[in-house]
T-cell receptor
């Protein structure tokens, strides 16, 4: 595709609600990353996929966060029982390299507000 | 927690002036990258410098890397109002697959 796309762009959730955030990476990109960006801060790594394999999930803040990429393309980040501290921008990035240590192409992000 | 620390946190300059931002990191790296983020938008990759390189240029951008001091600098020459953005350095985690971003430098270029 032309670039990384994410949906929805904005999501308002009530505390305790489950949300699902979608990422469509650039077609053919092997590596996919999820980040969480709080206001005024840099992105914080959440998890990394190499094709469908989740090779690093060390950044997921709790077991309420779950990510999948079942066919090695589209990925979904799910947050269960949302809390106010989950309010942030969630960024997805993809890379053509196996390790993801090269250029990453970022989507516009999903801005999540938990009330 | 974030590995990288950018300095200064904020920078305001006049159009045409040069802007220098610094980044420090804590652990060994394979490469270091700089990204730009305009207000409310996604990040855009600017330049990548590998651990065995000391300096790299791309247009009006000049990046240096000093692995002995675990630091990097980004110089933007002849700045333009369109350069107004937040700038982040990002390093890889040689032990895993993480990319670790700093907190960013907010650059404001006045026309």
């Amino acid at each position: 595709g032309a670039g990384v796309s994410q949906s929805p762009r904005y999501k308002v959730a009530k505390r305790g609600q489950d949300v699902a955030l979608r990422c469509d990476p650039i077609s053919g990109h092997v590596s996919l990353f999820w980040y969480q960006q709080a206001l005024g801060q840099g992105p914080e790594f959440l998890t990394y996929f190499q094709n469908e394999a989740q090779l690093d999930k060390s950044g997921l803040p709790s077991d309420r966060f779950f990510a999948e990429r079942p066919e090695g393309s589209v990925s979904t980040l799910k947050i269960q029982r949302t809390q106010q501290e989950d309010s942030a921008v969630y960024l997805c990035a993809s890379s053509s390299t196996w390790s993801g240590l090269e250029t990453q192409y970022f989507g516009p992000g999903t801005r999540l507000l938990v009330l | 927690s974030q590995q990288g620390e950018e300095d200064p946190q904020a920078l305001s300059i006049q159009e045409g002036e040069n802007a220098t931002m610094n980044c420090s990191y804590k652990t060994s790296i394979n490469n270091l990258q700089w990204y730009r983020q305009n207000s409310g938008r996604g990040l855009v990759h600017l330049i990548l410098i590998r651990s065995n390189e000391r300096e790299k240029h791309s247009g009006r951008l000049r990046v240096t890397l000093d692995t002995s001091k675990k630091s990097s600098s980004l110089l933007i020459t002849a700045s333009r109002a369109a350069d107004t953005a937040s700038y982040f350095c990002a390093t890889d985690d040689t032990g895993g697959f993480k990319t670790i971003f700093g907190a960013g430098t907010r650059l404001f270029v006045k026309a």
